[in-house]
């Protein structure tokens, strides 16, 4: 069935990095953008990045610009996402989602998320 | 980039109550408007795409309206497993911005 699986949580001290997964299976991951979006604990989604099906461009919010890099391999179905320079209010549960197109953009499929915890 | 602002913010409710949620758009969006349903725990589903249309598999007492900058989610019969948080996105530009989220909550 069609699915996302995030990985790559964890804890991080500030000024780190690390880099997010989302393996994709049971549709053409190739053919769709993805996106990655955030919730920190007790709050709402915050929309985080979005690449295009063939990767050719990419966009940010501008509370993560200049420091997270969206990525994606078709042929590995995995989106990445790198994250540098972590902040305390990075702190969050990561999904990623693909986008589907039927009279507007949408996020039609969710992974169940990864959580990062940023703190010394 | 455009702002979306949800009222109310939190509600209570009863079992077969009629809910109607409001999202306003910092500027129009003509129907690129999408609605969101998040329980404790979960990840967001899609219920209502293109201000209007209902997602597979999605209860019919869900129901969508609007365009330009108003829009309207409405839940004609409250059940149970409804409470939760509903997010309108907007789909018109990039970044493709949530609105704060409405609790509904069990009276």
Redesign the interface.
């Given at each position: 069935q069609v699915q996302l699986v995030e990985s790559g949580g964890g804890v991080v001290q500030p000024g780190r990095s690390l880099r997010l997964s989302c393996a994709a299976s049971g549709f053409t991951f190739s053919t769709y953008g993805m996106y990655w979006v955030r919730q920190a604990p007790g709050k709402g989604l915050e929309w985080v990045a979005i690449i295009w099906y063939d990767g050719s461009n990419k966009y940010y919010a501008d509370s993560v610009k200049g420091r997270f890099t969206i990525s994606r391999d078709n042929s590995q179905n995995t989106l990445y996402l790198q994250m540098n320079s972590l902040r305390a209010e990075d702190t969050a549960v990561y999904y990623c989602a693909r986008e589907g197109y039927s009279g507007s953009y949408l996020m039609d499929v969710w992974g169940k998320g990864t959580t990062v915890t940023v703190s010394s | 980039d455009i702002q979306m602002t949800q009222s109310p913010s939190s509600l209570s409710a009863s079992v077969g109550d009629r809910v109607t949620i409001t999202c306003r758009a910092s500027q129009s969006i003509s129907?690129?408007?999408?609605w969101?349903q998040?329980r404790p725990g979960?990840?967001?589903?899609?219920l209502i795409?293109?201000?209007s249309?209902l997602?597979s598999g999605v209860p019919s007492r869900f129901s969508g309206s609007g365009s330009g900058t108003d829009f309207t989610l409405t839940i004609s019969s409250l059940q149970p497993e409804d409470f939760a948080?509903y997010?309108c996105?907007q789909?018109?530009s990039?970044?493709?911005?949530?609105?704060?989220?409405t609790k509904v909550e069990i009276k």
């Open positions: - | 129907s690129s408007l999408n969101y998040q979960k990840a967001p589903k899609l795409y293109a201000a249309s997602q948080t997010y996105q789909s018109y990039t970044p493709r911005a949530f609105g704060q989220g």
